[in-house]
């Protein structure tokens, strides 16, 4: 944009604006300097042009102005005539103020001629004034009474207490202090204060308790685990005190001035009459002011800060109307009374609400439930796995099993894990804890405003007996104005009520807890307790759990472990909790423990900061170290006796006399787990169940669990033991190169181990080829061992169904310990991982640590193959054991064989009653394991057994098919066996022996053709046997090298 645009140069002259920007910029700047043009003019050549120039340039700006000048004119003179007016008039005022000054001074030469009088007449009429006040004043209080009484019959206490105070104002005034007429109404204004304070306090203490008009919904009893509903509290103070979390969650009303009003940021007063927060709907152009709505307990107030504060608070309701009895209080000057008497009325109210709510629940289940009776609610979820037909089966003492494994628990089914009592008891807690912990919400709201109140308060008209009262108080300074009502006061109370019927719950020393309760009572309502018992006490905190004291000094009776029993004769007179639960006792303690813990974090919560500390040494302190000291060593020999029991018992290791005819994997439908196994697994899952239900104790149940496993599995070592001991299968198995070859057998995919998947590849890649070299390596090794003796065998089919019982219990233990790991994993991961789990003194020490449960697991796992290699390795001996009489025997038959011989029958016959007896005890693949190595020996050993043979005839051979015959289809009637399997290596052997039967020129030829079908050491022995009519040449034996090379 160019310098001059802005000119009001008009449209027929706008070559102006052209010549105008041809002007020199140096013509225009704000400091000129003429020198430069001049010197340029007397040295041009063309002086005069130059000079004609500047000329041209001087009209266009002349021009120019002229213009500017014509715009503007009118302006101009507008503006001059505007300054002349207002001369004009600052002129005429002068003169104005000049008269008036006169007049002022007439004025002042009249008055003062007549000040004296004026002064008399308007004193005369001040004092008229306030003697009509002071009469007006006088009806009014005359009237307050009445108006006082009828405020506290509509229930409008803050109303009526402002009335009350502003008349003890007015009666305070000079002037009507010497009113006689006024004496009566000062004396019913003191009666009316002591009314006041007592209605006041009953409402504060029905609304401390939930039972008020405005109290909050009370939980119904099946509403379980609700988060508690976060309040916002007013403070009424302007000190830097503490405060609770629900306090500082306070939006807006968090400063109070001194006198108890809300005060704004700069010290002004924030109430104008109006919402700050209204809101206004453009769009509609409606005002859409959405006004707070007063409390109905202040409908009848004076407005002022407190009452605007309410209006505008966003707090629930019950915690209004609890700071609104606070603050009545507070103008009343009874903080330090009304304290005293909460202290005083805290634990027998709340010991009848517990009462209470037990009698109500009682009642409730009791009508909701008609007809069922205890003995109906006794059944427990932790023998699920044993109901069904296992309860129908009996052993031979005629017990069941389900029977025995509840004689062996030493709890009864009400109290297991999750047994009815468990139930009922964390019910009941979680009724009645959630109902302590609303009280103890409006017991914060209550505690922080008077702690608040107190400090910028003097109560004067505390009567003397509640000084004497909290002067006697151990408490600190702060509680003492409080009349020793603090927020660790009521926390310690009402953990210390929930303590006693705990113990109630748990039947657990109840005498010292009611002792310690009494005297902590007597403290509280300074009845002058002895200073050893105040000197222990900081912040009315002081719990007096006394379960071991209370245990040591009952002599010969264990009153810890009468909570085991059935429920007792004489239950202690207390909360009446023995009408709601099947039973009591020290396991309950399980139920107990998550109400109790969630308890304490909802406490933690609203806990101040200063009284932080307490939440670490109240309830829940005391359970876990009633847990630790107490539950876990009386559960530890409680269920090692168990275990004891159930492993020490002659029927523990004793396999069924009647199992079903079929195996079966479930447990529910038969499968014949020995009684002894089949316990521990019980008391193991018993026993996690108690785990799950305490968290932080579950590592110190777990190795409870170890330990157990640790004493089971030694006696099932020694029960196998005692089976195969001086065995030769024993023996054999435990030898490295018998380890080695079973290892590489593909047969032991079908063991339960790990091993099974690292030889899969290996048994899918090339099974007949592995097969057959290991099965001639075991055959081979097994052969060396002749003469095998019948004493070196396991003869006994007792000790046969044993071993098969044995390792498939061990087995379902293994399988049920891997779930016992996989779900004792999840508590100790989801709550406490920080904390160390605690060892009692009863555990047994050595050098080897304690191992984890799958290694536990793996060690069962292992003694159940074991079992197995041993029943595999008995059956091939066995086999061997018949089999060796076939080397001896001379096979010049002279007829047609028409039946096996005797070996083979005795050998089919221990075959096929071994696999009846073993059938139900063992899945069908550990069948084929066991059974599946009978055909291999029994091959190998009849092809080696030619070796050793001299002479074998036509029938000899019809006599040797036959038996393979007959083991063919002993072998085959084995379902779990694989048939083609046994018919081709069957087949083989009698391939081999019907070799016999060709002449030496056609053996010759068939070696040719198949080489490789058998090894040349067994050709050989083809050649070395003599049959009777088969001419062998004396070069055959060259001729056999020259075909097969040794």
């Known amino acids: 944009m160019g310098l001059f645009d802005g000119l009001p140069v008009p449209q027929d002259k706008a070559y102006l604006r052209d010549d105008l920007e041809n002007v020199d910029e140096t013509w225009t700047v704000a400091r000129f300097d003429s020198l430069p043009h001049v010197v340029h003019i007397l040295t041009s050549k063309d002086r005069d042009a130059e000079i004609q120039t500047l000329k041209d340039q001087s009209d266009i700006v002349e021009e120019v102005v002229d213009e500017v000048v014509q715009t503007y004119h009118g302006g101009f003179n507008r503006a001059i005539q505007n300054y002349s007016q207002i001369l004009r008039l600052f002129s005429e005022s002068t003169q104005s103020i000049g008269k008036l000054k006169v007049d002022l001074g007439n004025a002042k030469t009249v008055i003062s001629a007549r000040n004296k009088q004026l002064h008399q007449l308007w004193y005369r009429s001040m004092t008229l004034r306030h003697i009509i006040s002071l009469l007006d004043q006088i009806e009014n209080i005359a009237q307050v009474p009445a108006r006082i009484n009828k405020l506290i019959d509509e229930n409008q206490f803050y109303a009526a207490v402002q009335v009350h105070a502003q008349s003890a104002r007015m009666l305070e005034r000079e002037g009507l202090q010497t009113v006689g007429a006024l004496q009566d109404v000062r ?10 304070f007592y209605k006041v306090l009953e409402d504060l203490h ?6 008020g008009e405005y109290s909050s919904a009370t939980p119904s009893m099946n509403e379980k685990d609700d988060a508690i509903p ?22 807006g009303d968090s400063h109070v001035g001194a006198s108890g009003f809300a005060s704004s940021v700069d010290g002004g007063s924030s109430y104008d009459g109006h919402d700050d927060d209204d809101i206004h709907d453009e769009n509609t152009g409606k005002d859409t002011k959405n006004i707070p709505r007063l409390p109905t307990w202040l409908l009848e107030s004076t407005p002022d ?55 109500a629940q009682a009642e409730y289940v009791n009508s909701s439930r008609p007809g069922v009776g205890q003995a109906s609610r006794t059944a427990t979820t932790g023998l699920q796995y044993v109901q069904g037909q296992l309860s129908k089966e009996k052993h031979k003492t005629g017990t069941s099993i389900a029977g025995s494994l509840l004689a062996v628990s030493p709890v009864s089914p009400v109290m297991a894990p999750m047994g009815a009592a468990q139930s009922a ?26 702690e608040s109140k107190s400090s910028q308060q003097v109560n004067m008209n505390t009567p003397k007996s509640m000084v004497a009262e909290v002067s006697g108080n151990p408490d600190s300074e702060a509680s003492q104005v409080t009349g020793g009502y603090t927020i660790g006061f009521s926390m310690t109370v009402l953990q210390s009520e929930c303590q006693q019927l705990i113990c109630e719950i748990l039947r657990a020393t109840p005498e010292a807890a009611s002792a310690d309760a009494a005297v902590q009572t007597a403290r509280l309502a300074s009845k002058a307790p002895s200073k050893d018992k105040r000197d222990k006490s900081e912040d009315g905190l002081t719990f007096a759990f006394r379960f071991t004291d209370a245990t040591m000094s009952v002599p010969s009776q264990d009153l810890m472990r009468q909570g085991r029993n059935r429920k007792g004769q004489n239950v202690q007179e207390g909360y009446g909790s023995a ?43 005391f359970l876990e170290n009633f847990v630790k000291d107490h539950f876990l060593p009386t559960m530890f020999v409680d269920y090692r006796k168990g275990v004891q029991q159930a492993i020490s018992s002659p029927a523990a290791f004793r396999p069924r006399a009647n199992p079903a005819a079929a195996y079966t994997p479930s447990v ?15 008391l193991a899952k018993e026993v996690l169940g108690w785990a799950q239900a305490m968290p932080k104790f579950s590592g110190d149940l777990v190795n409870y669990v170890q330990t157990f496993l640790e004493r089971t599995y030694e006696r099932c070592r020694a029960s196998y033991t005692e089976a195969v001991l001086e065995k030769q299968s024993y023996m054999l198995i435990g030898r490295h190169d018998v380890d080695n070859l079973m290892r590489r057998d593909p047969a032991s995919a079908f063991l339960p181990t790990s091993l099974a998947h690292q030889n899969a590849d290996n048994h899918i890649a090339n099974v007949d080829t592995e097969t057959d070299g290991v099965d001639l390596e075991i055959s081979a090794l097994l052969m060396k061992l002749r003469p095998i003796k019948q004493e070196s065998l396991i003869r006994d089919n007792n000790k046969l169904i044993l071993l098969a019982s044995l390792s498939d219990s061990l087995e379902y233990i293994a399988d049920s310990i891997e779930r016992f790991g996989n779900a004792s994993a999840k508590p100790s991961e989801q709550i406490e991982n920080d904390v160390k789990p605690t060892f009692p003194h009863h555990k047994r020490t050595g050098s080897v640590p304690h191992k984890d449960l799958a290694s536990f697991a793996e060690d069962y796992r292992k003694l159940a193959i074991d079992c197995l290699k041993v029943l595999r390795v008995e059956m091939q001996l066995e086999t061997v054991f018949n089999m060796q009489v076939m080397a001896t025997r001379e096979y010049l038959e002279d007829q047609d064989a028409e039946e096996p011989d005797d070996y083979i029958i005795s050998l089919i016959t221990q075959i096929t009653r071994r696999d009846e007896v073993i059938a139900p005890f063992i899945a069908p693949t550990k069948r084929n394991y066991v059974f599946g190595g009978i055909c291999a020996v029994a091959s190998h050993a009849s092809i080696k057994a030619l070796a050793e043979m001299k002479h074998i005839n036509l029938f000899g051979v019809q006599q040797i098919c036959r038996n393979t015959i007959a083991l063919e289809q002993a072998l085959s009637s084995i379902p779990s066996i694989d048939s083609e399997s046994v018919q081709t290596k069957l087949d083989h052997v009698r391939t081999y022996y019907e070799l016999l039967n060709m002449p030496v ?42 075909i097969l090379p040794i």
Not at 187 to 196: N, Y
Not at 322 to 327: A, G, N, P, R, S
Not at 426 to 445: G, M, P, T, Y
Request: proline content about 4%; overall charge positive.
């Open 187 to 196: 004396s019913e204004l003191t009666k009316l204060r002591g009314v006041l």
């Open 206 to 211: 029905a609304h401390l308790y939930n039972s």
């Open 230 to 251: 976060t309040t916002t509290v007013v403070a009424y103070s302007n000190n830097s005190q503490s405060r609770s979390r629900r306090t500082r969650l306070m939006k």
């Open 305 to 359: 800060e407190f009452v605007e504060t309410m209006r505008k608070s966003e707090s629930p309701i019950h915690v209004k109307y609890l700071q609104t009895m606070v603050e009545c209080l507070c103008m009343l000057g009874k903080v330090a009374a009304a304290g005293a008497i909460i202290c005083q009325r805290l634990r027998p109210t709340v010991h009848d609400i517990i009462t209470s709510k037990i009698k």
């Open 425 to 450: 008891a964390k019910e009941l807690l979680d009724s009645i804890l959630d109902a302590i912990v609303r009280i103890f919400e409006n017991h914060v709201v209550v505690g922080e405003l008077l």
């Open 579 to 621: 009408s709601l639960l099947p039973e009591q006792g020290i396991y309950l303690a399980a139920s107990v423990y998550r109400p109790v813990l969630q308890f304490t974090d909802k406490i933690a919560l609203m806990l101040p900061k200063k009284y932080s500390q307490l939440g670490n040494d109240g309830l829940l302190a």
């Open 668 to 682: 529910s439908k038969g499968r014949p787990v020995l009684q002894g196994l089949l316990t521990i697994d019980f």
């Open 1001 to 1042: 020129e056609a053996l010759f030829a068939f070696i040719t053709e198949h080489d490789r079908l058998f090894t040349a050491i067994e050709y050989y022995n083809l050649l070395k046997v003599q049959v009777p009519g088969r001419e062998v040449p004396d070069d055959a034996k060259a001729r056999m090298a020259d």
